[in-house]
Nanobody
Framework: QVQLVESGGGLVQAGGSLRLSCAVS????????IGWYRQAPGKQRELVAR???????YYADSVKGRFTISRDDTKNTVDLQMNSLKPEDTAVYYC?????????WGQGTQVTVSS
């Protein structure tokens, strides 16, 4: 069974940093594209960053230059380093992957940025 477990969320002041981690189990990891999404209250879930096998990356315009996604294929983890955080980054952050035709999500981790 594929499982994704996020960790690392919390409360931080504007301008601060947090590092989120997504641990993936139950599937081959090295060939998976892993995405970080977020959902703020009253808003749709949106893609924040994504990393493919081979480590090519994609970032939403709103986080370019501030967030960095990375993967460790020896630990089956994908991290999201978030710097220069803004109040508008406040959301529940989820990691996501696909296996076959199935989409899998973690339970989410709350990030709150105070002004």
């Amino acid at each position: 069974q594929v499982q994704l477990v996020e960790s690392g969320g919390g409360l931080v002041q504007a301008g601060g940093s947090l590092r989120l981690s997504c641990a993936v189990s139950g599937t081959t990891f090295g060939d998976k594209r892993i995405g970080w999404y977020r959902q703020a209250p009253g808003k749709q879930r949106e893609l924040v960053a994504r990393i493919a096998s081979g480590s090519s990356t994609y970032y939403a315009d709103s986080v370019k230059g501030r967030f960095t996604i990375s993967r460790d294929d020896t630990k089956n983890t994908v991290d999201l380093q978030m710097n220069s955080l803004k109040p508008e980054d406040t959301a529940v952050y989820y990691c996501n992957t696909y296996a076959g035709l199935q989409t899998y999500w973690g339970q989410g981790t709350q990030v709150t940025v105070s002004s």
